[in-house]
C-alpha cells in the first residue's frame, strides 16, 4: 500500500510563495501505472485537483491556477513538490498529495491520499 | 470544463434504509471516467468507486455505483452507521473536476 506524507510551512504570507513536498513510501515515483497529484480543499467546500505529474516529469495544472503552479519530482528521494506563487487569503487550504492510477494518457483516478496539510496565508 | 452537480446537497436517512445519490455532468464523460468517493470529518477522501461501477480495494459490497454519458448514481444498499458522512463525485477523463458533495446525515 502506497503511502504518502505532506510537509511544509503551515502559514504563508500573502504574494509568497506556497511550497509543499509530499514524501511517497511502499511504492516508487518511478512507477509508470501512476500520477503524482496535487488536490486542495478550503474549509467546508469541495475538494479542488491542482494539477499532477508524471514519472517522466510531464505536467498537467488546473487551468484556474493559471502560471501561478509548478509541480516537480525528486526520484532520488522520492518525493514530489508542489510551488504556488503570489498566494492570497483564498488559497488557505488543507493540501493533499495523492496518488492518481494511470488509466490512460493524462487520465486517472486518486486512489491514495495523504492525511493532509493545512496552509493559512496571513500576514 | 467539465462542472459537475450533485444532488440532493443532503440526504436526511436512517440506519438501513437505501441511499440514492445523483451527479450530473455538463457534457459526457468519455468511457465513463467518474469516480466517488467518501470524506468524514477531519480526513482524507476515500475511493469508493472509480469508472463509475467499478468498487475500489476494501469496499463494501453495499457501495454500487452505475450511469454513463452524462448521469451517473452512487447507491449505498442498506446504511450503516459509518456510512454517514461527505460523497464526492469526480470526472477525470478531462484534467479532473469533483462535485461539490451530497451530505448523507442520521435522520
Known amino acids: 500500500q502506497v503511502q504518502l506524507q505532506e510537509s511544509g510551512p503551515g502559514l504563508v504570507k500573502p504574494s509568497e510563495t506556497l511550497s509543499l513536498t509530499c514524501t511517497v513510501s511502499?511504492?516508487?515515483?518511478?512507477?509508470?501505472?501512476?500520477?503524482w497529484s496535487w488536490v486542495r480543499q478550503p474549509a467546508g467546500k469541495a475538494p479542488e485537483w491542482i494539477g499532477r505529474?508524471?514519472?517522466?516529469?510531464?505536467?498537467n495544472y488546473n487551468p484556474s491556477f493559471k502560471s501561478r503552479v509548478t509541480i516537480s519530482l525528486d526520484a532520488s528521494r522520492n518525493q514530489f513538490s508542489l510551488m504556488l506563487t503570489s498566494v492570497t487569503a483564498a488559497d488557505t487550504a488543507v493540501y493533499y498529495c495523492?496518488?492518481?492510477?494511470?488509466?490512460?494518457?493524462?487520465?486517472?483516478?486518486?486512489?491514495?491520499w495523504g492525511q493532509g496539510t493545512l496552509v493559512t496565508v496571513s500576514a | 470544463e467539465i462542472v459537475l452537480t450533485q444532488s440532493p446537497g443532503t440526504l436526511s436517512l436512517s440506519p438501513g434504509e437505501r441511499a440514492t445519490l445523483s451527479c450530473r455532468a455538463s457534457?459526457?464523460?468519455?468511457?465513463?471516467?467518474l469516480a466517488w468517493y467518501q470524506q468524514k470529518p477531519g480526513q482524507a477522501p476515500r475511493l469508493l468507486i472509480y469508472?463509475?461501477?467499478s468498487r475500489a480495494t476494501g469496499i463494501p459490497d453495499r457501495f454500487s455505483g452505475s450511469g454513463s454519458g452524462t448521469d451517473f448514481t452512487l447507491t449505498i444498499s442498506r446504511l450503516e452507521p459509518e456510512d454517514f458522512a461527505m460523497y464526492y463525485c469526480?470526472?477525470?477523463?478531462?484534467?479532473?473536476?469533483f462535485g461539490q458533495g451530497t451530505n448523507v446525515e442520521i435522520k
Open positions: 505529474i508524471y514519472t517522466t516529469g510531464t505536467t
Open positions: 511502499g511504492g516508487s515515483i518511478r512507477s509508470a501505472t501512476s500520477f
Open positions: 495523492a496518488r492518481e492510477v494511470r488509466v490512460a494518457v493524462a487520465v486517472g483516478y486518486l486512489d491514495n
Open positions: 469526480q470526472q477525470y477523463g478531462s484534467l479532473a473536476t
Open positions: 457534457q459526457g464523460l468519455y468511457t465513463s471516467y
Open positions: 469508472g463509475a461501477s
